[in-house]
C-alpha cells in the first residue's frame, strides 16, 4: 500500500483539544483520509501496538501515556504517503523537529509528541489492519 499511510493522533493532543486542528493540517496538507475513528486503547492494545519497542526504557511510559484517554486512528491516501507523513509529522523529539511540521507546532516532549505516522508501507499495512481490521 505505497499509497497509505496510518496515523493516531495521540492522547496529549486529544486531552487538549487538538482534533480539529491536527485533521485540518494533515488535510491541507493533500491527504485524503480513508478512515477514521476515535477510539481509547487498553494498556494491552498499547503494548501490542509497540511490541517493537519492548525492550526500550521508555516502553512502560510509552505504554501507559498511549492507554490514558482516547486517542484517533485514521488511514491516510497520497502519492508516497508514508514519507511525506513523516515529513509532515517532523522528528520524534519535538526540539529537533523543523518549524511548521505538526510536532514542532503541537508536541509536549519526546513521549508526549501527539501523533504517530507509520514508518514503513509494511508497517502502514500491519497498523492499519491492527485498528481496522478486515
Ligand atoms: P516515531 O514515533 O517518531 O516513529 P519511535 O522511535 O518509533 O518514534 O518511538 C515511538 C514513540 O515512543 C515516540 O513517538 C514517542 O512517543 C516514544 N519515544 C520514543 N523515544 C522516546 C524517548 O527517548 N523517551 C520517551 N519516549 C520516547
Ligand atoms: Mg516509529
Redesign the pocket.
Known sequence: MSNKTFMMI?PDAVERGLIGKILNDISEAGFEIISLKLTHLSIDDARLF?SV?KD?P?FN??TQYMSRSPIVAAVLKKESAVSEFRNLIG??DPKNAKDGTIRAKYAIS????SI??S?SDENAEIESTFHFPK
Open positions: 495521540k509497540y519497542h526500550r521508555f511510559d510509552l522528528d520524534t519526546k513521549g508526549e509528541n504517530h505516522g514508518d
